[in-house]
């Protein structure tokens, strides 16, 4: 078994072991691959190992190393999961199938043009600040209900919630209120957690966790 297939089993056993523990079914937990600054030969190997869903941080970055993968791989799925300008909407839309860092009016109008002159609707978590915190992207609590209404208006499927708490701080309580805001507004989907923290966030309701150095280092 090749080092990536180890660590990919590692994680795999853990969001299992904090499923069950928190009464949850394991497939119902999507495992993405945080592949920012990652090589095509560390991609590969995670690849070959049967990862399938991958995230990245940068739009730029991605374009220049995705699409041939994708063309190679149509099982494979690309998720955004850093902040997304506006200007770059277009991008995005051609190669991400999810993207989890949807947090302002501007953006989803930008993203439904996109969407309607490529024929092709990404699906979308809201981001929320759930700490506050003014350097960090996100949705306010307060313009959250809003925001939700204007995707579910929209052609772009919503996906659900994604948050990233603080740093240096148990990160328990950012997910239970994420996943409390997601239950007041019906919203099933919860996209939270990282290497970290992961199975915190499983046994808190994380659908999706992006984990990084615990699968690529």
Do not use: C
Request: glycine share 10%; net charge neutral; no cysteine.
């Amino acid at each position: 078994m090749s080092d990536a297939a180890t660590r990919l089993d590692t994680v795999r056993a853990e969001i299992v072991r904090a499923a069950r523990a928190a009464r949850r079914d394991p497939a119902d937990v999507t495992l993405i691959a945080v592949s920012k600054r990652r090589s095509g030969d560390e991609i590969e190997a995670l690849i070959d190992a049967g990862m399938r869903d991958f995230g990245e941080n940068r739009v730029a970055e991605a374009s220049e190393k995705w699409p041939a993968l994708l063309a190679s791989r149509p099982d494979l799925r690309l998720h955004m999961i850093g902040q997304l300008q506006s200007n770059k909407a277009g991008e995005a839309v051609a190669l991400f199938d999810t993207i989890h860092s949807l947090d302002r009016a501007s953006l989803l109008a930008a993203l439904v043009a996109a969407g309607e002159k490529a024929g092709r609707f990404p699906s979308v978590y809201v981001q929320v600040n759930v700490g506050e915190e003014e350097q960090k992207g996100g949705a306010s609590m307060a313009d959250l209900p809003a925001l939700i209404g204007a995707v579910r208006a929209s052609p772009l499927p919503l996906a659900g919630l994604m948050a990233m708490p603080p740093q240096g701080v148990e990160a328990g309580p950012y997910f239970a209120l994420l996943a409390k805001l997601a239950g007041r507004h019906g919203v099933a989907g919860l996209s939270m957690g990282m290497s970290s923290d992961y199975p915190a966030a499983v046994m808190l309701g994380a659908t999706a966790v992006r984990i990084g150095s615990a699968l690529f280092d």
